[in-house]
């Protein structure tokens, strides 16, 4: 059973950098997909909108709201999931999940929030200008 702890959020000026963690354990290496999602303030648990993922091939994807900026990478020998975000803009401001899922043909950033089963705690992240 696969088991997340994201952590790393924070406050950060507009046009700066953070890096996010996620802590993953009990994926399977056989395949996976792991990834960020996120929550902005005033939105519904349904309206939470994927930012990255990455599957078990090193396969990427981003949302063309964050491609360019922010990059997803996993470190197997860690278990660790990162996301770096860069040149960060005040529209980032959410609350971060780390999301696992096996792998399969739906590791998109657009896929169906129940597609991913497991869902970590969600770390703040909050842009000031």
């Known amino acids: 059973q696969e088991q997340l702890a994201e952590s790393g959020g924070g406050s950060v000026q507009a046009g700066g950098s953070l890096r996010l963690s996620c802590a993953a354990s009990?994926?399977?290496?056989?395949?996976?997909?792991l990834g960020w999602f996120r929550q902005a303030p005033g939105k519904e648990r349904t309206e939470r909108e994927g930012v990255a993922v990455i599957d078990s091939d090193g396969s990427t994807k981003y949302a063309s709201s964050v491609k360019g900026r922010f990059t997803i990478s996993l470190d197997n020998a860690k278990n660790t999931l990162y996301l770096q975000m860069n040149n960060v803009k005040n529209e980032d401001t959410a609350m971060y999940y780390c999301?696992?899922?096996?792998?399969?043909?739906?590791?998109?950033?657009?896929?169906?929030?129940?597609?991913?089963?497991?869902w970590g705690q969600g770390t703040q992240v909050t842009v000031s200008s």
């Open positions: 009990g994926y399977s290496d056989s395949g996976y997909c």
């Open positions: 999301v696992a899922a096996p792998a399969g043909p739906y590791c998109y950033t657009s896929a169906p929030l129940g597609y991913f089963r497991r």
